[in-house]
Structures are given as C-alpha cells and as structure tokens.
C-alpha cells in the first residue's frame, strides 16, 4: 500500500458542478484518465497551469490529445475551467493541487506522453533554492511518470534555475536531451509575452524518457529564444 503526505487545507476546493472541467478531489488515489476524459487519448501534464495561457491555446490545437492543468491557485483555476468550457475543450481537465504532490502520489506511472513546467517560482535567493520545483528527485518522479518516448519540456526566464534544470535533466539516466518542437515553441503564456518584449530572453529544454536501457548522454539540447 502506497504511503501518503498531508496536503495543505489552501489546496482542498468545494465540489465543481457538473458541467465544470475542474476534477473533483480524491487525493488518495492515482487519477485514472480513462475516467476524466470522453476520449481515450494521449495524456500531457501541465503542472503550474497559472492562468491557461499556455495550455488552452495548446489542447485547442490538439483536439487528439488530452491535457490535464495542475494549479494551485483558485482565482487562476476558475479562469482556466470559464475560458476552457467556452472554448468548447473536452479534452481540456484542471485540478486544484501542489503540482508536487500531485506529480508523486496522483499520476500513474508510464501514463503521460509529455509533462510541460514552464516558468516554476525561480526563488532566487541561494538560501531558498532547495525550495526549487525541479531538482533530482522531481526528474526521478517525471522519468516515472512518462511512457518510453515521453518528452519533459521546461522553461524560465531565470538563468541560474535554468542551469539547474539542465543539470539535473541530463544527469536522470531515463533521459534524452532533445530539442523542444517549434510549433510547441510558438505557443507562449501571456506572462512569457510580455517579459519577451521587455527583453528578457525564454529558456528552453527538453528531454525524452528513453526506451531503451539508460545510457550516457553528453549535455543537453538546451536553447535560449527571444
């Protein structure tokens, strides 16, 4: 039987009424997509949803493919279950839990075909790193958590948590660096619009679980775009 952590009273939410895409909570069980989605399709993971602006554009551009948004905040989460349901995505779910726990205790493993992280809380103070979403054991869990040929796809606009996420991203043995997709590329959240043109440059990665025993593999695939 699988151990389980408490979960902060901030990420429990009333019960969403029946036309919502919001999941109801079971935090004692592994989510089971075949029952979240009319359609038995592909499954991407975005934890640290914000406000949707990345994953309503994306699942409206793959309608053959389901896609789940992790967010912890409520105000962000009603917006992405309102626009979504106006847009008419079926293939879109969200869920009101720390994208930690959720990625531990909640997805099955070997059940997603892509995790997307893009732009966690940088924490930019030396003495707050360990607080980092992404570090060694978060690519344990995502290695875990994808099937064979899965791709992990992170951004951010901090240089140091970029380094980070390369290191550790390289050093998961389940891992491939690869390059991110263009049209994946061309998809940005409004937040990543608007420092873009201020200057500040996005910082990409990716890598893919493996299907094959783990091998070594030189740096990552890492990119750097306006």
């Given at each position: 039987m699988e151990a389980t952590v408490a979960i902060p009273a901030a990420a429990t939410t009333a019960a969403a009424p029946p036309d919502s895409l919001v999941l109801p909570q079971d935090i004692m069980n592994r989510i089971q997509f075949s029952a979240c989605f009319p359609a038995e399709q592909p499954v991407e993971l975005e934890l640290g949803a914000g406000d949707g602006s990345f994953i309503?554009?994306?699942?409206?551009?793959?309608?053959?493919?389901?896609?789940?948004?992790?967010?912890?905040?409520?105000?962000?989460?009603?917006?992405i279950d309102r626009k979504g349901r106006r847009l008419g995505l079926t293939n879109l779910r969200a869920l009101r839990l720390e994208a930690s726990y959720v990625l531990e205790w909640m997805i099955q493993p070997a059940s997603l075909s892509a995790l997307h992280v893009y732009f966690p809380d940088p924490w930019p103070k030396r003495r707050h790193w360990k607080r980092r979403l992404i570090n060694h054991r978060f690519t344990e869990l995502a290695a875990r958590a994808l099937k064979p040929g899965g791709r992990f796809f992170v951004r951010t606009?901090?240089?140091?948590?970029?380094?980070?996420?390369?290191?550790?991203?390289?050093?998961?043995?389940?891992?491939?660096?690869?390059?991110?997709?263009?049209?994946l590329m061309a998809?940005?959240?409004?937040?990543?619009?608007?420092?873009?043109?201020?200057?500040?440059?996005?910082?990409?990665?990716?890598w893919e679980r493996n299907t094959a025993a783990p091998s070594q593999h030189a740096s990552p695939e890492a990119s750097t775009a306006p």
């Open positions: 309503l554009k994306y699942s409206a551009l793959h309608p053959e493919r389901n896609f789940l948004a992790v967010e912890r905040l409520l105000g962000r989460l009603r917006k606009d901090d240089a140091s948590y970029f380094e980070q996420m390369v290191e550790v991203g390289n050093a998961q043995a389940a891992f491939t660096p690869v390059t991110e997709p263009a049209e998809v940005i959240t409004d937040f990543e619009a608007d420092f873009n043109k201020d200057g500040i440059a996005t910082r990409h990665a990716a």
